[in-house]
């Protein structure tokens, strides 16, 4: 077994950290912005330091390869992403990056034999925090092997033209021209050039520290859907029109949202999870009786039939009257669960068992590069413990133990994809 | 009795239907718009027209003045504004104006003798659509007359730097100076110069119409408050947080506006409205579970005691667990119901009988410049029936029989007033 050096993780998690700094302890570092170029930079310089050759392909996803040592064996990947969303913390996407790092910088320091060239790599934007969609740039070179259901969201000429939410004069396309990061389409990640996929990320939920484990053994991406419930009535005056004859919108939202509480929870589907965190009320005045409310609902479970149990409860909610109010549920999208590699599973839990490092089986429930790369290589990911289960914020955090045996734990799953 | 020309009052609603005409059947007409402009223009034409002394005040607010036979006679004022909401309709405010318009054109037309000279009058920035708050010009005017807890959202400065919700840059106060209507605060309404004070208005709801009856006999303007009720929670990962640790503040506010309707409807309180027309969400995405939601509430009735029996309900919701959530309910500001002048309601309903209009006692349930000028001046108000009790919003109407007996009872009205 092989173990990854604390000292040297925790000098990175402290200079990535400073990339994007928002002063409160965490950081803003949206794709191809300044703070990701500083970033992406130092990934550069820590590579090209310890004799890795450097790819960039034409979406400025960056590859760090060592040479292994039979020839024409193809290339084992471990990737993540260096952009976060505003105000998040100095974990979610860096940490799988810097987890790749080590486990390069470990082999060229332990001397580590290995048939297979490793790559250590970066995705652009994968949190379309600045230009949406999240994952898109995986979504682009992972198109041909999505499902066409998915695949329509990524269209290239539509992501090139994606516009930024701060300043929608400038597109992806046009900051990725000035970014100085635009490569070659020939070093995209490709089944032709590399054997399989690893990505260690943060659990982002509380249930490795509920079950005092380190690492989760992540096993797929749960299927989910997410819909939209939207509310028909009629605005009027608050003060002149009698409440019998109201047809109030947000008060038909918050009876349906209440039943759909009572009657998703009373279908008992162990681990089910289901939100609803976006709303729209029309005209949003407080002088006026609201004449449209709608609200999101994301739904996610393993189990195709346990979703659409739950389908059946909010589409069937356009059957019944809320508050004088017609009730329409569209669709926004839905994916079904994806099952990492059973193989490279295998490795990781093998890999945590002899290391002696706590771990349990999980599901991730959150969308990451690596559901995507599954639809084209062998893939599996890598959980470490989130304090608090919280992420996407600044308190988020994962001790440098954690995250080193992290580290660690996907080093030796990879060796021994290394030698099958 | 004396009748209005509903040939010339048909005509005014035609003409001044253009100015601000959004082209599906209604206008958008802020104050001191361009739009606004052609509409004060046409009322000065017209004023003008008939012999009519203009006077502007300080706040662009317009006065038309017939004289009156006796000399040293204070003046009779009808007042209402000019300006509508975003996309409004053809009868909100204009009406009023109009209708001042038509009884002075009457009383010239018809010769008809009055002592006390009698004024159309054009309030500026009723809707405060463009620049918060409503009725910000009679809020200025009547100032020193408000009770105190009124009076401090109206203070000079602040109106005058109150700014654009279109252009943050612009002012209130610049739009005033750039717009050339601004004259001197001498002409400002006031005791010394005016004896009362009259404002006919659409009743912007449905009871006039279910009562087959056309006009209003507004005996008060509703007391009301306006409270807002904030719920805390956590936001998590929409896709990794277990549902039982959730807090989920859309959760909690739909849960107690479900509570709110059932604890209040349970008081049997008659004509009690109340709405809840405006939410804040936060992060407000469609991935997030909410920290943070509020929503407004707006309580109207005549009788204080009513008031305080809801408000005890609403407090109430502070006292409970929403979701694991906390409540906090916040005032954002309420009124005392206000009547208008006995005598002058009097005048108002013996000019609907002697004119043989079917009528009925009614509340003001929106908020008015009456309702400033009252703590000034004797006054009172004139509803029209509205047309499914429709109003700031482009279906809204009135038909010109209803216009034009509307006026004709302000006309028979003033001149009650006149001979007192």
Not at 64 to 81: D, F, Y
Not at 146 to 166: C, D, H, T, W
Not at 248 to 266: K, N, R, V
Request: glycine share 8%; hydrophobic share 35%; aromatic share 8%.
């Amino acid at each position: 077994m092989y173990r990854c050096s604390m000292e040297r993780m925790t000098d990175k998690i402290k200079t990535f950290s400073h990339f994007g700094d928002a002063g409160h302890g965490g950081i803003t570092r949206y794709s191809l912005s300044p703070e990701a170029i500083l970033a992406r930079n130092e990934f550069r310089r820590r590579m090209e330091k310890i004799g890795a050759t450097i790819e960039i392909d034409d979406l400025a996803n960056v590859y760090a390869t060592l040479p292994g040592t039979e020839p024409g064996a193809k290339r084992i990947v471990m990737a993540s992403h260096c952009d976060s969303v505003k105000n998040g913390g100095n974990y979610d996407g860096i940490l799988g990056v810097m987890s790749a790092m080590e486990v390069l910088e470990t082999v060229v320091e332990q001397q580590i034999p290995h048939k297979h060239p490793l790559t250590a790599m970066i995705w652009t934007n994968e949190e379309g925090s600045l230009y949406p969609p999240a994952m898109m740039c995986s979504g682009i070179v992972c198109y041909d092997a999505m499902p066409e259901s998915i695949r329509k969201g990524f269209q290239y000429e539509n992501m090139m033209a994606s516009r930024s939410v701060l300043n929608a004069s400038e597109t992806f396309g046009q900051a990725l021209e000035s970014s100085g990061w635009k490569g070659e389409r020939r070093y995209r990640l490709s089944p032709e050039r590399y054997e399989c996929y690893f990505e260690t990320h943060i659990e982002q939920g509380p249930i490795l520290e509920d079950h005092l484990n380190e690492i989760g053994v992540v096993d797929c991406v749960l299927g989910m859907f997410n819909d939209r419930l939207k509310f028909y009535g009629q605005t009027v005056h608050a003060g002149t029109f009698p409440m019998p004859k109201r047809r109030d919108a947000f008060h038909a939202a918050a009876q349906a949202l209440c039943y759909l509480h009572e009657e998703i929870d009373s279908l008992h589907i162990p681990d089910l999870v289901y939100t609803t965190g976006e709303v729209v009320c029309h005209p949003d005045v407080h002088t006026c009786v609201p004449d449209y409310f709608d609200f999101s609902i994301d739904v996610r479970h393993e189990s195709a039939q346990a979703l659409e149990r739950v389908l059946e409860v909010v589409e069937g909610c356009q059957n019944r009257q809320w508050a004088g109010c017609r009730c329409e549920v569209v669709r926004a999208w839905n994916r079904d669960t994806v099952y990492w590699d059973k193989e490279l599973v295998g490795y990781v839990r093998e890999a945590c068992e002899e290391l002696g490092v706590t771990h349990q089986s999980i599901h991730s429930g959150a969308g990451h590069d690596a559901q995507f790369a599954a639809y084209m290589l062998p893939t599996t990911m890598i959980f470490v413990q989130s304090k608090d289960g919280l992420s996407h914020c600044e308190p988020e955090y994962s001790s440098p133990e954690h995250c080193t045996d992290g580290a660690s734990v996907m080093l030796n799953a990879v060796l021994k994809a290394d030698k099958r």
